[in-house]
């Protein structure tokens, strides 16, 4: 594009989003030339340059967004917007306080991240433990005529294939009982990868079936989806209406997707970047298979991992492995791993709940500090 000799902008200018996202200003310590998507605010002589961020961090830029489409914020409107500007000195005592009160909640703001940072690290520790037996020993000693290998003699499919077992290598470590197996999903579950019905024919959309995207399948329950297909739809597609129970697992996506997993609380179709583990088929528990995707996450998300797109497909879902304990170990299981971790979900939502206090109060601090607020 070209070269430019000079900077455009200087040390402790205020950049503002002219395109996409508008409202996060960000203070800049050295000099730059900003990309014609943002606007560089210069404090000039009358301003502090700090006082000038914090009361742009301050000010809702959304309400000058007059696009359809792309948030969008003109030059005019932003010149336009009055701020109060007391005298220099007064700015200056303004900011020292704002850091000073800013320095004190990101201190247990980090205390907080730091907690749910925890939580996850407990999460996992929980899960692991179950999956090794620890939380049943008791239990498979008090019903010593509970049989993993008979529960599963009455479930194996017979001679499956497998195509892929690349993902072996990714496996997690665990220390099973003896008594319990480690098969494939393949070796007792059916697995279904669904289908898009076409979007050119209005016709197959806006219906009465519940219709799973790979976005929806983020470790919950799904009880509604948000689009559904018609009867044609699903007669003109390869997707199948899947039962309840079924375990979802997202098999493509850069992001956190692949790999996440869900259980369906309504019989619903899916789309063909998921794959329908039918687990309701069999006596197996549809949670303790859910809970062990989620224990096993990295490790499926790495199965995944090709060169070019990252994804995983049919066949290496069929190929992963699981540990397998009798159906009755498995309910137990489940009811181990979750009064553990119902615990865990209320801590947890009680730090979301300050943490979104916290941002508030953030703004309060502004707006108490800065005075007059947007309007001047």
Request: with cysteine; net charge positive.
């Given at each position: 594009m070209g070269f430019a000799r000079n900077y455009?902008?200087?040390?402790?200018?205020?950049?503002?989003?002219?395109?996409?996202?508008?409202?996060?200003?960000?203070?800049?310590t050295e000099r730059f030339w900003n990309v014609d998507t943002a606007f560089g605010l210069a404090p000039g002589d009358m301003l502090h340059p700090k006082y000038l961020y914090y009361f742009c961090v301050m000010f809702n830029f959304k309400e000058l967004d007059?696009?359809?489409?792309?948030?969008?914020?003109?030059?005019?409107?932003?010149?336009?917007?009055?701020?109060?500007?007391?005298?220099?000195?007064?700015?200056?005592?303004?900011?020292?306080?704002?850091?000073?009160?800013?320095?004190?909640?990101?201190?247990?703001?980090?205390?907080?991240?730091?907690?749910?940072?925890?939580?996850?690290?407990?999460?996992?520790?929980?899960?692991?433990?179950?999956?090794?037996?620890?939380?049943?020993?008791?239990?498979?000693?008090?019903?010593?005529?509970?049989?993993?290998?008979?529960?599963?003699?009455?479930?194996?499919?017979?001679?499956?294939?497998y195509k892929d077992t690349s993902g072996d290598e990714?496996?997690?470590?665990?220390?099973?009982?003896?008594?319990?197996?480690?098969?494939?999903?393949?070796?007792?579950?059916?697995?279904?990868?669904?289908?898009?019905?076409?979007?050119?024919?209005?016709?197959?959309?806006?219906?009465?079936?519940?219709?799973?995207?790979?976005?929806?399948?983020?470790?919950?329950?799904?009880?509604?989806?948000?689009?559904?297909?018609?009867?044609?739809?699903?007669?003109h597609s390869s997707t199948n209406i899947q039962p309840i129970g079924t375990v979802m697992l997202a098999m493509i996506g850069e992001g956190k997707t692949r790999g996440q997993a869900a259980i369906l609380a309504v019989p619903a179709a899916h789309n063909q970047n998921t794959a329908a583990i039918l687990v309701p088929k069999t006596p197996c528990n549809s949670k303790y298979i859910y809970y062990f995707l989620q224990m096993n996450y990295e490790n499926t998300r790495r199965v995944g991992s090709g060169n070019n797109q990252k994804a995983l497909n049919k066949e290496r879902v069929r190929a992963l492995r699981i540990p397998f304990t009798s159906f009755a170990e498995q309910r137990e299981i489940v009811e181990e791993i979750e009064s553990r971790l119902s615990v865990c979900d209320s801590i947890e939502q009680t730090v979301d709940t300050a943490l979104q206090q916290a941002d508030a109060l953030r703004q309060s601090i502004l707006k108490k500090l800065l005075k007059g607020g947007s309007n001047g």
């Open positions: 455009l902008c200087e040390a402790g200018t205020t950049i503002i989003g002219r395109k996409g996202t508008i409202n996060n200003p960000i203070f800049v007059k696009s359809t489409t792309i948030p969008s914020l003109a030059k005019r409107d932003l010149l336009n917007i009055k701020m109060p500007v007391p005298p220099l000195p007064e700015q200056q005592r303004i900011v020292a306080n704002i850091e000073e009160l800013f320095s004190e909640l990101d201190k247990a703001v980090n205390i907080l991240r730091t907690t749910k940072q925890q939580l996850a690290v407990y999460r996992q520790a929980v899960l692991k433990e179950a999956f090794e037996g620890k939380y049943t020993e008791n239990w498979r000693v008090k019903n010593p005529s509970s049989s993993p290998q008979y529960d599963f003699e009455t479930v194996k499919i017979n001679h499956p294939v990714n496996e997690m470590a665990l220390n099973l009982p003896k008594s319990w197996l480690k098969i494939r999903f393949g070796d007792i579950f059916d697995v279904q990868v669904g289908a898009t019905p076409s979007r050119r024919i209005p016709a197959y959309w806006s219906g009465d079936i519940h219709w799973v995207s790979s976005g929806e399948v983020r470790f919950n329950t799904i009880f509604q989806t948000g689009e559904r297909i018609t009867e044609e739809g699903l007669k």
